[in-house]
């Protein structure tokens, strides 16, 4: 089983950066494909973006394309989700979450098997 805290929330300024992390528990991280999500007050789960096992492979939802990066440090166990020119639509709860999938296809949907607690994001006008 792998455990994921999410971290690095907070409340910014719209145009502001945040880098989110996600801290996995095992050493085995390294066999996940890691995606990021977001919830929203009222709306559903949205994927933002997935990464394969080395990290030579990212996928992105087209909401976030060109403001959001993702990386991963296996070395460290931690994935990462560096937001930039952030908007007041980008206001809400995020999620990292480890899917098994092999081979580590980024492309299609992710059905993680672990989910972190997620960290909130707030972003004032």
């Known amino acids: 089983q792998v455990q994921l805290v999410e971290s690095g929330g907070g409340l910014v300024q719209a145009g502001d950066s945040l880098r989110l992390s996600c801290a996995a528990s095992?050493?085995?991280?390294?066999?996940?494909?890691i995606g990021w999500f977001r919830q929203a007050p009222g709306k559903e789960r949205e994927f933002l973006a997935a990464i394969s096992w080395s990290g030579g492979l990212t996928h992105y939802a087209d909401s976030v394309k060109g403001r959001f990066t993702v990386s991963r440090d296996n070395a460290r166990n931690t994935a990462y989700l560096q937001m930039n020119r952030l908007e007041r639509e980008d206001t809400a709860v995020y999620y990292c979450a480890a899917d098994g999938r092999k081979p580590p296809d980024v492309q299609g949907p992710l059905a993680p098997s672990y989910w972190g607690q997620g960290t909130q994001v707030t972003v004032s006008s």
């Open positions: 095992q050493r085995t991280f390294s066999a996940y494909v």
